[in-house]
């Protein structure tokens, strides 16, 4: 069993960036990823991060704005985006795939565990 807590969201200026975490307990290699969903809309893939090796994978509407990285001795995941533009507004989701298979990367149902997610809100 995994337990993820997601924190580091508020309200930004566009423009400006954010460093969200994700404190993982419990069995914590796997693969790690964000997602982030506005109302009415679908979960959309932000991000992936391999525990052990560090490999990440992003979404292309992120890549360049967005960092994913990994501290395996805290036992935490960060999303850092850069500047941000209020349509990155959402609630974000760590989420975490830990048993083995051909499970995908990009799609939420990739991953096995989730957090309650932390909202981003980036005014104009």
């Known amino acids: 069993q995994v337990r993820l807590e997601e924190s580091g969201g508020g309200l930004v200026q566009a423009g400006g960036s954010l460093r969200l975490s994700c404190g993982a307990s419990?069995?914590?290699?796997?693969?790690y990823g964000w997602f982030r969903q506005a109302p009415g809309t679908t979960r959309e893939f932000v991000a992936a991060v391999f525990w052990v090796t560090g490999g990440t994978y992003y979404a292309d509407s992120l890549k360049g704005r967005a960092t994913i990285s990994r501290d395996n001795r805290k036992n935490m995941v960060y999303l850092q985006i850069n500047s941000l533009k209020p349509e990155d507004t959402a609630t974000y989701y760590c989420a975490v795939r830990t048993s083995a298979g051909d499970y995908p990367i990009f799609g939420a149902t990739g991953y096995e565990y989730w957090g309650q997610g932390t909202q981003v809100t980036v005014s104009s």
């Open positions: 419990g069995q914590t290699f796997g693969r």
